[in-house]
């Protein structure tokens, strides 16, 4: 007995992180949970399909992902700003709500005049032969506002931590912001509703290792700015850090096969690209609207020039 509780004691001494790591540990696991909770809203969205009100509520974006991200940014003291931007940010939360759609549309024309290829067949959008553009606009309204809403609130509180707590540079704060969006909207929640809609066993084990990966990814990351930032190896050079190293490793490649798919990985980077536009823009205008208008408008676009492309072709 004294053996374990010497040993106890020796590893307990070696678990103290650097705030960095713990701060972004915590935003992993945050990530993990809102994942779960993205699932369950998912499952049960599906069994109140057509139910109006009870429907729009119990969505992945408003029951997994506004709500969740909201009792999270009050749990963890941050305060977001409702607020429209000042009359002199004006012109950034324009380009910022702009961007994200101008580069969905420059890549349908860069596909289409370089490569010969359409982008809604990339991105793997279809409509009916008969459907008007109004019609398209119109049947995406509600989903477009929700996902607009509920990733614009995730972007702000995530640039918020990792740039308060964590105590990276705005450049850092809006690239890490990016990263860990795109992790949870490219891997983690995609990953969560193919299970929901095909619950196999072997899917669970893989979800569950991915929220593992995703935790463990973050504090490898805290650990290693750390090192970076003192120039030292002393931060990494702990042996209870290897299965975090190693966990955290899955997580990457995780993130790098979503960019590495053909096609999915054309709109995988596209929203990359959008989550870092909405961070910058939020760093720049101080307002929650102006991501979530740039994420509104970067799922109207690419639903829009896919509709156009079919439209044409």
């Known amino acids: 007995m004294s053996r374990f509780t010497t040993a106890a004691r020796e590893l307990r001494a070696d678990l103290p992180l650097p705030t960095e790591a713990t701060e972004l540990g915590r935003i992993g696991l945050f990530l993990a949970c809102l994942t779960v909770a993205s699932a369950v809203s998912y499952w049960v969205a599906l069994r109140l399909l057509g139910v109006p009100v009870a429907g729009t509520l119990s969505s992945p974006n408003v029951a997994g992902l506004a709500v969740p991200t909201l009792v999270y940014a009050h749990y963890r003291g941050v305060s977001l700003p409702f607020g429209l931007p000042e009359r002199s940010r004006i012109a950034d939360a324009l ?75 705005p450049a850092r704060a809006v690239a890490a912001t990016a990263a860990l969006a795109t992790l949870f909207r490219s891997v983690l929640r995609d990953a969560a509703f193919t299970l929901v809609v095909f619950p196999k066993p072997w899917r669970v084990t893989i979800v569950s290792l991915l929220l593992v990966a995703a935790v463990c990814g973050c504090v490898a990351a805290g650990v290693t700015y750390r090192s970076a930032v003192e120039r030292s190896l002393r931060p990494l050079s702990r042996p209870a850090l290897a299965p975090v190293f190693a966990f955290g490793l899955l997580g990457v490649v995780a993130l790098g096969t979503a960019f590495a798919d053909v096609p999915g990985g054309v709109e995988h980077a596209l929203r990359a690209l959008a989550f870092g536009i909405a961070a910058l823009g939020y760093h720049r205008s101080a307002s929650v609207w102006v991501p979530a208008a740039a994420m509104a408008l970067f799922s109207l676009s690419i639903r829009l020039v896919a509709f156009v492309e079919l439209a044409a072709f």
């Open 95 to 169: 380009a910022t709500a702009l961007a994200p759609g101008l580069a969905v549309v420059a890549a349908s024309a860069l596909f289409a005049v370089g490569f010969d290829a359409s982008f809604a067949a990339l991105v793997g959008w279809t409509y009916h032969p008969e459907a008007s553009v109004v019609t398209a606009a119109v049947q995406a309204a509600e989903d477009v506002a929700l996902a607009g809403l509920g990733f614009g609130l995730l972007v702000a509180v995530v640039f918020d931590l990792v740039s308060s707590r964590v105590g990276l540079s």
